[in-house]
């Protein structure tokens, strides 16, 4: 898929994953503060961003934010890397992962001998061991009510895409190395990444330690919902600790948290200001930056980010793209701008537990008054003329399948506003309907306001549920609808289950379709490319069929930077604009 207008030598970027390449929530916003400056490789880059850290730890629910997986990203060990094409690399950096067998699928993933913690400890198994229980849901045994609550059983690490793979306990364990056999195929098996935290750090924090963490996930059974065992009170306080104790609005005093594997460890934050990182002097991987500081700045107003790169006070911008954003950067002097389309889209869903959306008739009555061309036009057309309304729940545009799944996934039924067949089908009903939405993005606010304004032609009352906290109220479920976009890592097919299995913690909407879901789980298992296309067809069909909700528009990327910022190149992923961070030089 070529997404961008502007592209270098491919470049390597590291996947931002602890197990499977997730989907990723795409805006908060926050305000400014102050820069510094260094000789040679102390030299410090500043860089602007639209939102406010909210947490180290991305892959829970409430953590699983852009910006919290762009930190993660830069200061935690991978095995996985992806080009600027997309193409997944494996990144020797941390070490080897390499595939044993197809059948059964095993999987063996080995340390390099010198890698190690910024704290100066060895990255051993034990780490591995910790990466994959958190990232697997081996030991889960919960069962969940239809509203997410656990009625039985007991649910450890809480991910904000419900672990779409099975696997046996670890085999071959050695200091340096494990290997995991799946119990079943699995699609993506290459962006599988059992590592986030060090075991050593986790153990202390939880009130244990590493050698009772290990007995414990030794001795705790597999999960069975049908037979639950009894807590494992060791792992359970382990798993606690890693749902919530990386959650921080402020530097941590307890300097532990901050323990990277990667090439860089965070140093300082000035909360709603800036976050700074720097080397990590433990790493000896390839990718070592150029730099002594990274100053990543919290602008949440495109505007001031455009400001602050013209008087220098930032080296480089990544703001909400926007006409006036655009038309700012092309008028400024010393400024470079790359432009090209993110692997994410900005979209409305429908939340199936409201009372409202009961009714299927008032869901598709309300889609109906949803103006998608005039929200492209008013958001997207003036930075790209060629864009186009987005058809598809799982498809982006440009990539393989998207055209195929249009002609038949009945997107057309919602192609154009239809206000008569809105009233006809709420048949005098007057139903009023709550978003939420982010307060802080003008993109946002403007669709918001184009779907309020259309809604009332048929009759519906579209209330004002908005909030600059809005991510953190997604789960909640206290609104009728929501709009905000997803951010995809670029690679593998996790997001599907998080999106459209019955249950899964990233399913937001609580959309449940038995069928929809049913095939959702089967994708992670289907190898054949043609058949894994077919699935996703029927579900991305059931969506508009359902009135799941609409897609809106894929999101339009937008980097720019003053001349004194070499190697930066566009790429659409999650990762944004730090994806190749090392081959920066100022």
């Known amino acids: 898929m070529n997404i961008t207008k502007k592209r270098g030598r491919q470049l390597l970027g590291v996947v931002a994953l602890a197990g499977a390449a997730a989907i990723a929530l795409a805006g908060c916003t926050t305000s400014p503060s102050a820069t510094e400056s260094g000789s040679s490789s102390n030299k410090t880059v500043t860089v602007a961003q639209v939102n406010e850290v909210t947490s180290f730890n991305y892959n829970t629910p409430q953590g699983n934010l852009d910006m919290n997986g762009m930190i993660n990203y830069m200061t935690q060990p991978q095995f996985v890397t992806l080009g600027s094409d997309y193409k997944i690399t494996p990144n020797t950096d941390l070490g080897t992962m390499k595939k044993i067998s197809d059948d059964p699928l095993t999987v063996k993933y080995t340390l390099n001998k010198d890698a190690k913690w910024s704290d100066g400890k060895a990255i051993t198994s034990d780490d591995l061991l910790l990466g994959w229980a958190q990232a697997s849901g081996y030991y889960d045994s919960a069962t969940q009510d239809a509203d997410g609550k656990v009625t039985s059983g007991t649910q450890y690490f809480s991910l904000a895409s419900a672990s779409p793979f099975k696997t046996d306990y670890p085999s071959d364990i050695t200091k ?16 599988v990444n059992p590592i986030q935290f060090p075991a050593h750090v986790v153990a202390e924090e939880a009130g244990t330690t590493t050698s009772d963490l290990l007995k414990a996930l030794k001795d705790t059974p597999a999960g069975d919902p049908a037979k639950p065992a009894a807590a494992n009170e060791t792992l359970k306080k382990v798993a606690d600790f890693i749902n919530t104790g990386y959650d921080k609005t402020s530097l941590p005093s307890d300097k532990k948290l901050l323990v990277s594997g990667g090439p860089l460890m965070v140093s300082a934050w000035t909360p709603k200001q800036s976050m700074t990182l720097v080397p990590n002097p433990e790493y000896t991987g390839s990718h070592k930056v150029n730099f002594g500081k990274l100053v990543v700045r919290f602008i949440g107003d495109a505007n001031a980010q455009v400001t602050a790169l013209q008087n220098g006070e930032v080296d480089a911008i990544q703001p909400q793209a926007s006409a006036d954003t655009v038309k700012a950067l092309d008028e400024a002097s010393g400024v470079k701008v790359i432009e090209g389309s993110q692997v994410a889209y900005d979209h409305l869903d429908l939340n199936f537990g409201a009372s409202v959306f009961k009714d299927e008739n008032v869901r598709k009555a309300f889609l109906l008054t949803i103006p998608r061309e005039q929200i492209l036009k008013s958001i997207v057309t003036p930075i790209n003329k060629d864009a186009k309304v987005l058809d598809s729940q799982l498809y982006l545009p440009g990539q393989k399948g998207y055209e195929e799944s249009v002609k038949s996934n009945d997107s057309d039924e919602y192609s154009k506003v239809d206000i008569a067949a809105a009233k006809k089908l709420l048949n005098g009903a007057t139903p009023s309907i709550k978003i939420l939405y982010n307060t802080e993005n003008p993109n946002r606010v403007d669709t918001f306001q184009a779907i309020q304004a259309s809604a009332a032609k048929a009759g519906i009352k579209v209330v004002d549920g908005g909030s600059p906290d809005w991510s953190s109220l997604l789960a909640g479920g206290d609104y009728d609808a929501s709009i905000f976009g997803w951010v995809n890592p670029g690679a593998g097919n996790a997001a599907i289950p998080q999106l459209f299995q ?33 699935m996703k067809q029927q579900i991305d069909k059931i969506a508009f069929d359902k009135a799941y909700g609409l897609p809106l528009f894929q999101s339009p990327g937008l980097f720019a930077t003053g001349s004194n910022l070499k190697g930066v190149e566009y790429f659409g992923g999650q990762t944004g604009i730090f994806w190749n961070v090392w081959d920066w030089k100022k």
């Open 502 to 534: 019955t249950n899964n913690s990233g399913n937001y909407n609580k959309f449940s379709d038995a069928e929809a879901s049913k095939l959702a789980v089967e994708t992670q298992t289907t190898l054949d490319a043609s058949k894994l296309d077919d």
């Open 176 to 191: 340096t190395s494990i290997t995991l056999t799946y119990k079943d195929p699995y699609v993506d098996w290459n962006l």
